[in-house]
């Protein structure tokens, strides 16, 4: 086995082993998600990558001692730094964002609040399993933060384990951090790190913890995409073990997408409440460039009815009548606008 498989699986092993006991409830308890049966996953299926149940090692994986690098930062670090500790996690490239206030950079581990640049990075560029949150407005940011913490916003896929979290963290963080928390990554611009490609056929992949990864080795491939977006990182290493802010995404998705998308969009007046360039206006986050994975899932989220926050009034009637095919190239489309987002301020 060589260097690289080693050190996915040392970082796999060891974030899961790291976030599980605070992070999620053991699968069938009380608060927990129910046992896993793909036969019940929401749908889109595609959009929740739920990954198969692995029985938690017995002990934490053996300590890697190699100090890792990326281009252009001026730190090393080593996988535990990686994951953060008592100091946060590893900031690679400090210099390319604001001061990051305590409970972004550190967490809380008192009250098992986990560092939001751990799972979103100190961008706020996040992934695909979870959400991009820079350059949204202030505003926005404290009503999701408020509806994670009253239950108004839930995940419509019991398995979907860091929407809970989510909830968790929220409701363990004072008014103040929130908004200290929504000033920062609202001061951080978003800008385009996904490639969309239209392509008959996708890599194969298998989610780690919700973020799908292609396959190495003999199980490499390709296979045909079927009706479904598959997001992959370019770097797996840099995304997955090393978490690199830097590193982006390719999603492919089906032919005449963002072509289809353009057209519903238009249809259901996406624009009406997002702005005419998608990019949001106050408590109506932009839209545009953003993860297709994260956006499937907030669609069918408001479709069935787990997010029930104040756009839900609005968001509900359009996406119920949303199909999964449309669901598809709506995202597809948004995520191919190539224009940045709007500066922050």
């Given at each position: 086995?060589?260097?690289?498989?080693?050190?996915?699986?040392?970082?796999?092993?060891?974030?899961?082993?790291?976030?599980?006991?605070?992070?999620?409830?053991?699968?069938?308890?009380?608060?927990?998600?129910?046992p896993y049966d793909p036969s019940k996953f929401q749908k889109p299926v595609w959009?929740?990558?739920?990954?198969?149940?692995?029985?938690?090692?017995?002990?934490?994986?053996?300590?890697?001692?190699?100090?890792?690098?990326?281009?252009?930062?001026?730190?090393?670090?080593?996988?535990?730094?990686?994951?953060?500790?008592?100091?946060?996690?590893?900031?690679?490239?400090?210099?390319?964002?604001?001061?990051?206030?305590?409970?972004?950079?550190?967490?809380?581990?008192?009250?098992?609040?986990?560092?939001?640049?751990?799972?979103?990075?100190?961008?706020?560029?996040?992934?695909?399993?979870?959400?991009?949150?820079?350059?949204?407005?202030?505003?926005?940011?404290?009503?999701?933060m408020n509806d994670f913490k009253s239950g108004a916003r839930k995940s419509s896929?019991?398995?979907?384990?860091?929407?809970?979290?989510?909830?968790?963290?929220?409701?363990?963080?004072?008014?103040?951090?929130?908004?200290?928390?929504?000033?920062?990554?609202?001061?951080?611009?978003?800008?385009?790190?996904?490639?969309?490609?239209?392509?008959?056929?996708?890599?194969?992949?298998?989610?780690?913890?919700?973020?799908?990864?292609?396959?190495?080795?003999?199980?490499?491939?390709?296979?045909?995409?079927?009706?479904?977006?598959?997001?992959?990182?370019?770097?797996?290493?840099a995304t997955d073990v090393l978490r690199d802010p830097h590193s982006s995404f390719?999603?492919?998705?089906?032919?005449?997408?963002?072509?289809?998308?353009?057209?519903?969009?238009?249809?259901?007046?996406?624009?009406?409440?997002?702005?005419?360039?998608?990019?949001?206006?106050?408590?109506?986050?932009?839209?545009?460039?953003?993860?297709?994975?994260?956006?499937?899932?907030?669609?069918?989220?408001?479709?069935?009815?787990?997010?029930?926050?104040?756009?839900?009034?609005?968001?509900?009637?359009?996406?119920?009548?949303?199909?999964?095919?449309?669901?598809?190239?709506?995202?597809?489309?948004?995520?191919?606008?190539?224009?940045?987002?709007?500066?922050?301020?």
């Open positions: 086995m060589n260097i690289r498989k080693i050190a996915l699986i040392a970082g796999a092993a060891g974030t899961l082993f790291a976030l599980a006991a605070s992070a999620q409830p053991p699968a069938g308890g009380a608060g927990g998600p129910p959009a929740y990558a739920i990954a198969v149940p692995v029985p938690p090692p017995a002990t934490p994986p053996p300590v890697d001692p190699k100090v890792y690098s990326l281009p252009g930062a001026a730190q090393g670090f080593t996988r535990a730094q990686i994951r953060g500790g008592a100091d946060g996690p590893a900031d690679w490239y400090p210099n390319e964002h604001p001061v990051m206030p305590s409970i972004v950079q550190k967490g809380d581990q008192t009250r098992r609040v986990i560092a939001c640049s751990l799972c979103h990075y100190p961008n706020g560029k996040g992934r695909a399993e979870n959400a991009p949150i820079s350059g949204l407005s202030t505003e926005y940011f404290i009503d999701t896929e019991p398995q979907k384990g860091n929407a809970a979290t989510m909830a968790n963290i929220a409701k363990q963080m004072t008014d103040e951090e929130i908004k200290a928390s929504a000033d920062y990554f609202a001061a951080i611009a978003w800008t385009p790190w996904i490639k969309v490609v239209e392509s008959p056929t996708a890599p194969k992949v298998k989610s780690a913890a919700g973020l799908y990864l292609p396959l190495e080795g003999a199980e490499a491939g390709k296979e045909p995409i079927g009706q479904r977006i598959v997001e992959v990182p370019v770097n797996s290493e390719i999603a492919y998705v089906p032919p005449g997408s963002i072509a289809k998308g353009k057209a519903l969009v238009g249809k259901y007046a996406c624009s009406a409440c997002h702005a005419a360039d998608l990019n949001g206006i106050a408590f109506v986050p932009a839209i545009t460039s953003r993860s297709p994975s994260y956006m499937a899932r907030q669609l069918n989220d408001y479709r069935q009815g787990a997010r029930k926050g104040k756009a839900a009034q609005l968001m509900g009637p359009v996406t119920s009548k949303m199909t999964d095919d449309e669901i598809i190239a709506i995202t597809a489309y948004l995520a191919s606008i190539p224009a940045k987002a709007k500066q922050p301020g």
